[in-house]
């Protein structure tokens, strides 16, 4: 997830009202003027922040549906954004690999507080790392004191790193090759291409498969698929879009079509290609006690203090969930995604059951951008 949306979401959280706020009541024409505040935000998006194209789908707690869009969801033909079109979730894939642990966990066939070292002997060894140090349930929370792989490619060729297939084991090698991070909470998606070794090692089958039979499959979400080593999207889908300094850091920004890119990078840790539609069945059957025990669904639930300069001084991680305070009380959960190819995505569920899941093809280029897309979650979910 790239620098400048953890920053905003550090900034949009730091500036909302705490939690024991009184919600704001709403307007007799309160179904309208909550649709037209976030037909003006995703507007924001595209007209003041220069982004490509903005959608956003909201759940009502009665299930009903609305959108939002604006901009274009391809820039070469004019085609207009839509909430519909399929996208790259980026680390939104981390919430659907947590459940499948987690119910891996409930069948007993893993165990949270086990070692890596258990399930991976010597993998996660060397360059001051055990593997024999760190549980699973430290990898899943981001507690694990593991670099990220994705700091190690920060800086490489483009034109490679867009057509390379990454193994997991490639990325772990990538990772552990990095400086132990600071802070006992480090957001690192190589926490979860390690989930996935064990769901694999547990399992027999691959990670992907797993979360395909487990999740994907019983929810009927038709429009969510794995990538695999595929450079594109299948069926209708937005293209997405990242800018470049032409001529170095003083030059023009030029907007660049990263539609076309291998996402082996991101593994079960963000490759995931969904729907609006989709994420937001998922997280209203997870939150809904449909996937997981009881038992287990609060342990996912119970979070700890991530970095503020990640999440903001409230900000709070679970097993795969990000929870944060709404300005009109309570606390939002969910899970954010980005994708260097150009995706952004934030979906969150408020504690009455509303729902929002809002994103845009272009990456954006300031806080101030990042920060404007993190609004429109607080415009869906406080009408």
Not at 102 to 121: F, I, K, T
Not at 229 to 234: E, M
Request: hydrophobic share 40%; glycine share 10%; proline share 7%.
């Amino acid at each position: 997830m790239p620098s400048v949306l953890l920053l905003a979401f550090a900034a949009l959280i730091a500036s909302t009202a705490p939690a024991s706020a009184t919600p704001t009541s709403a307007p007799s024409t309160g179904a309208e003027s909550s649709r037209t505040a976030l037909q003006r935000s995703v507007e924001e998006l595209t007209g003041p922040h220069d982004l490509a194209g903005a959608a956003a789908l909201v759940t009502d707690p009665r299930g009903k549906r609305w959108s939002a869009a604006s901009g274009r969801a391809d820039l070469g033909t004019g085609r207009a954004m839509n909430a519909t079109d399929r996208f790259r979730i980026g680390s939104i894939t981390k919430t659907f690999t947590a459940v499948t642990a987690l119910q891996l966990a409930d069948e007993g066939l893993l165990s949270l507080d086990a070692s890596v070292e258990r399930y991976l002997p010597g993998l996660v060894r060397g360059h001051g790392y055990d593997g024999r140090t760190i549980t699973v349930r430290q990898l899943l929370q981001h507690t694990s004191g593991l670099p990220d792989h994705s700091d190690a490619l920060a800086d490489a060729d483009v034109s490679w790193l867009r057509r390379h297939h990454f193994a997991p084991r490639e990325l772990v090698e990538l990772a552990l090759r990095e400086p132990r991070p600071t802070s006992p909470w480090h957001y690192s998606t190589t926490n979860y291409v390690l989930v996935g070794l064990v769901i694999e090692e547990v399992t027999g089958r691959p990670a992907e498969t797993e979360v395909t039979r487990r999740v994907i499959e019983p929810l009927g979400l038709r429009d969510t698929h794995w990538p695999g080593s595929s450079p594109t999207i299948r069926g209708p889908h937005s293209r997405s879009y990242f800018t470049v300094r032409e001529g170095g850091a003083d030059g023009a920004w030029v907007r660049v079509d990263g539609t076309t890119w291998n996402t082996s990078a991101g593994g079960v840790g963000g490759a995931l290609v969904s729907t609006a539609a989709d994420v937001n069945a998922f997280f209203a059957a997870l939150l809904g006690g449909r996937l997981l025990s009881p038992e287990r669904l609060a342990e996912m639930r119970t979070t700890v203090a991530g970095d503020p300069n990640r999440l903001g001084p409230e900000g709070r991680y679970g097993l795969g969930l990000i929870t944060g305070p709404l300005p009109c009380g309570g606390r939002f959960t969910g899970h954010t995604g980005g994708t260097r190819a150009g995706h952004h995505t934030i979906s969150a569920a408020a504690p009455d059951g509303r729902q929002v899941t809002v994103v845009v093809n272009e990456t954006p280029r300031t806080e101030e951008a990042a920060h404007a897309l993190l609004a429109a979650v607080n415009t869906a979910l406080c009408p």
